[in-house]
């Protein structure tokens, strides 16, 4: 067996407060009076893991792969730029083992959210629950996150492949 590890971070910053707003991390849709600015939907974890996943396959980085400038990411949701960056993944003959992923902000919680967060990835990333990590963290009022400023994600991304005979 070959290995390659990865890892990614994403941050993004939070928008002025708005009447029924809702943040989409980890796939899963979580209300929050303040949206995260972003071309995409501005999935702070799973930008994180894509980063770890190209990271892992030398392939630079989400930016190089789905530009900002270009309008087709306007809004896009961001497990089909995961899927996009499973396909490279596969293409290459590498698969997951694992991903380990850590959410950091002082609001909102998190917590409640994280295990519908591994529902929603484990499909994408075509491996078993067990294979998905997903934490979160405050900064204890520390730095932008604990200043309620925006929300970080920092992921790591082991990939497999099997060796020629």
């Excluded at 995260?36 to 190089?64: E, M, R, Y």
């Amino acid at each position: 067996m070959q290995f390659r590890i990865g890892n990614g971070y994403d941050v993004h910053r939070f928008g002025e407060p708005a009447v029924a707003t809702a943040l989409t991390i980890g796939g899963v849709s979580i209300p929050y009076e303040r949206p995260l600015l972003a071309h995409s939907d501005g999935d702070v974890l799973v930008h994180a893991l894509c980063d770890a996943v190209l990271g892992a396959l030398a392939l630079g980085d989400i930016g190089h792969h789905f530009p900002d400038s270009d309008t087709r990411y306007r809004g896009i949701s961001s497990l089909q730029l995961l899927q996009h960056v499973m396909a490279l993944a596969a293409e290459r003959g590498w698969s997951l083992t694992n991903v380990d992923m850590t959410l950091v902000a002082q609001a909102p919680r998190f917590a409640p959210h994280i295990q519908s967060m591994r529902e929603t990835l484990a499909p994408v990333l075509e491996v078993d629950i067990g294979q998905v990590s997903v934490k979160a963290t405050t900064t204890e009022g520390l730095g932008f996150a604990g200043r309620k400023e925006g929300v970080a994600c920092y992921a790591v991304a082991l990939l497999q492949r099997e060796s020629a005979a």
